[in-house]
């Protein structure tokens, strides 16, 4: 499925490129003997689609396990990838880039982003001490430190930046992937790929949670352990995935849902499965903004937002009827 998909999202789009014509370059990338397609064809195909519906792949899949994550460790239905305020951070690095016009396009304000969501998580775990066990408290650090990077995001932006700084932050927030390239595919998948991992291996822990820290402690699992693990697993794909696509809303809160609905709440299944949905659900959410309003594009955030929102409502109504 995610292999069609893929394929489809790669096709479509402007140039009057053809299916086969897409097929064929992706065959010669991939070492099949295929005939090459001119330069220029090949480069739309190959420079510009590919990486961006990958990139869309493996943010979808973090940012829904992430997700699903989360929820099991706060306990919160509510839970998503942007609650230990790393999105915030992230935000705040950007805009100083921005003001301070440090390095140059995308690449120097993906990086700011990237230190801001990290310094963010930084502090999250600073303020939370030695008690990371406790949901309810990860929870308001995580609303604390947010509000905290929001509030710096607004004083620098309105005491020192402009016009275009206010554009491009503000563009940036929706979150696009109109500037993926493939060092970002690679970066986001090396770090995606070894949190899922790590997740993975603590699927059962994390079953034990649904009743709550102080049974899954009698139950024998390591509870502070656990939490630590999700939570540096969850901090470093999310920073990733901001600084390179940046807030794409929505992903981590109603992917895991439909998936539990489906699957039941087994981390077991429930994990690789909503990687699964949540990749090719930004893919579709990306193709369907490059395509809708053509030849301009919508950021992917805006389109998972329309469709989350009613999404997240058909969700929780099936909840209060079960």
């Known amino acids: 499925m995610l292999a069609a998909v893929a394929f489809a999202a790669i096709g479509v789009g402007g140039g009057d490129i053809t299916w086969a014509e897409t097929a064929r ?25 590919a990486p961006r519906v990958l990139l869309a792949a493996v943010a979808g899949a973090g940012l829904a396990t992430c997700g699903a994550v989360l929820q099991a460790v706060t306990r919160n239905a509510l839970a998503e990838p942007y609650l230990l305020g790393i999105s915030s951070g992230a935000s705040t690095g950007a805009v100083l880039v921005l003001v301070a016009g440090l390095g140059s396009g995308a690449v120097s304000l993906a990086g700011g982003a990237l230190v801001g969501g990290l310094v963010a998580f930084a502090l999250v775990l600073l303020l939370l001490g030695r008690n990371p066990s406790s949901a309810g408290r ?16 607004s004083l620098v932006l309105l005491g020192w930046g402009d016009a275009d700084a206010a554009r491009g932050l503000t563009y940036w927030l929706t979150g696009s992937l109109a500037a993926a390239r493939w060092p970002a595919v690679v970066l986001c998948a090396v770090v995606t790929g070894a949190a899922l991992v790590a997740l993975r291996l603590i699927a059962a822990d994390l079953d034990a949670f649904a009743f709550g820290a102080r049974s899954a402690a009698s139950l024998g699992v390591p509870v502070a352990a656990v939490r630590t693990t999700a939570l540096v697993a969850t901090a470093a794909v999310t920073a990733v995935v901001v ?23 087994l981390h077991a299944r429930l994990l690789p499965l909503s990687a699964v949905g949540g990749a090719a659900f930004l893919m579709l959410a990306d193709a ?14 805006v389109v998972t937002a329309l469709i989350g929102v009613p999404a997240f409502l058909l969700v929780l109504q099936r909840r209060e009827r079960a």
């Open 25 to 49: 370059s992706l065959g010669h990338h991939l070492g099949l003997p295929v005939a090459p397609l001119p330069r220029l064809t090949d480069s739309v195909v190959w420079e510009l689609r």
């Open 138 to 153: 990860l929870v308001l650090t995580g609303v604390v430190v947010g509000q905290l990077f929001a509030a710096v995001t």
């Open 288 to 301: 369907v903004a490059r395509t809708a309003l053509a030849p301009r594009q919508l950021p992917a955030g």
């Open 243 to 265: 600084a390179s696509v940046g807030a794409i809303g929505f992903v981590g809160l109603i992917v895991p849902h439909a998936v539990r609905a489906l699957a039941g709440p």
